[in-house]
């Protein structure tokens, strides 16, 4: 049914395609295909559950409704997090009873996860990423590498938001869901990345098919090559087009360059100081930053104009952004980068803990009086596309 409804018109252009090579002229049908919303995740929260007593990990439900409950959990069925059988089942077998504190504590995570996209994400960076890209010409480094960071910024305030707010509303009803970011622009190496970002999807591929197709315990060479698969599969999970089986492929290849260099050297004793630690951190964030060019753009004629433009293929190019907005999103991004590496080996639960009362109460009413005020631009969630 994914297959199907996801990747039918995908699958029928690249057969066309295919067919036009060898001299044959085929016209297929236009399916006009209208994608449910958020078949890949309730399909993926429904095979978890189907893997998960085929493996023998988890005891079959006798209730239809508690199988139900968890594929159709309305905070996160339109864009997650991935919440897997197992850890949502045994929620199941005792009625919910709000502890003290918890739904204002879920009302908080909400608060956050609406500033972070509405604020931050829609009227702060998702202007200026549209701009850029949207642009039909060549483009100067400066203007290239901020429309790349806005669009950085804006898909993890975006995703991390909706997250938040699923987490959240989940809460408020006394249902637990696992956090799905972990500050990831801090991540040292793209193997820590994908421990801190969309973590209910790393852990899926990780556990259901990297490591069936044979993980780390085979050779080298074919490690590798799992590595490369399940990104791969990664990347056109997110989407009916090459351009995120690019996406997908860079961050597989990342993480195979990554092993070698650990292998080559991680026993070095200059390895694990800080400069070469900090500089590790933001080589990693560079990198994921080239591969949301593919992710971001629509085409690969864009992809390749954006790509020259950052890396000085067009000196003379045009400047679209004004100061203020190049200000705008220096300031935001250095923000967040700063905001992850102070908290990278931290949780927001115990930052937040550890602050008087009265400072979480301004800071969330500041937040509210944020989201008022700005309203956003009325931009749909990007992970609602897959």
Not at 172 to 198: C, E, M, V
Not at 220 to 244: E, K, Y
Not at 363 to 384: D, K, P, R
Request: proline share 5%; hydrophobic share 50%.
């Amino acid at each position: 049914m994914l297959g199907f409804f996801k990747y039918g018109n995908f699958l029928l252009q690249n057969f066309q395609w295919l067919l036009a090579r060898v001299g044959i002229i085929y016209e297929p049908p236009h399916l006009d295909i209208l994608l449910p919303v958020g078949i890949s995740f309730y399909t993926f929260h429904s095979l978890s559950y189907t893997l998960d007593i085929y493996r023998g990990v988890l005891q079959p439900t006798k209730s239809l409704r508690d199988f139900i409950l968890p594929v159709s959990f309305f905070p996160q069925l339109i864009a997650g997090p991935i919440v897997r059988a197992g850890d949502f089942l045994p929620q199941l077998l005792h009625p919910p009873r709000l502890k003290n504190g918890q739904f204002l504590w879920g009302l908080a995570l909400m608060t956050l996860g609406l500033f972070q996209k509405i604020v931050l994400a829609d009227t702060l960076l998702s202007g200026c990423a549209d701009r850029v890209f949207g642009y039909p010409g060549p483009l100067v480094a400066l203007d290239s590498w901020a429309g790349v960071l806005a669009f950085a910024g804006q898909i993890f305030f975006d995703f991390a938001g909706y997250s938040l707010c699923a987490i959240g509303a989940a809460l408020t009803l006394d249902f637990h869901l696992k956090d799905n970011f972990r500050f990831p622009y801090a991540a040292i190496g793209f193997s820590d990345f994908w421990r801190r970002w969309h973590i209910s999807l790393s852990t899926f591929l990780r556990d259901y098919l990297y490591i069936p197709l044979g993980g780390n315990q085979v050779r080298p060479f074919r490690a590798a090559l799992n590595l490369v698969i399940v990104m791969f599969l990664g990347g056109l999970w997110h989407g009916a087009a090459w351009t995120f089986v690019v996406w997908g492929l860079l961050h597989g290849s990342y993480l195979v360059i990554e092993r070698i260099f650990r292998v080559w050297f991680e026993h070095k004793p200059w390895a694990s100081t800080l400069p070469v630690r900090v500089l590790a951190g933001f080589a990693t964030y560079a990198a994921v930053c080239v591969a949301w060019v593919f992710f971001r753009a629509s085409d690969f004629m864009i992809a390749s104009r954006m790509l020259g433009g950052m890396f000085g293929q067009h000196p003379h190019g045009d400047a679209i952004l004004s100061t203020r907005e190049l200000s705008q999103i220096g300031c935001v991004t250095a923000a967040l980068i700063a905001m992850h590496w102070a908290m990278r080996d931290n949780t927001f639960e115990t930052a937040v803990m550890r602050l008087p009362p009265w400072t979480v109460a301004a800071i969330g009413s500041a937040m509210i009086c944020a989201i008022i005020v700005t309203q956003g631009s009325s931009n749909a969630f990007i992970y609602f596309q897959f």
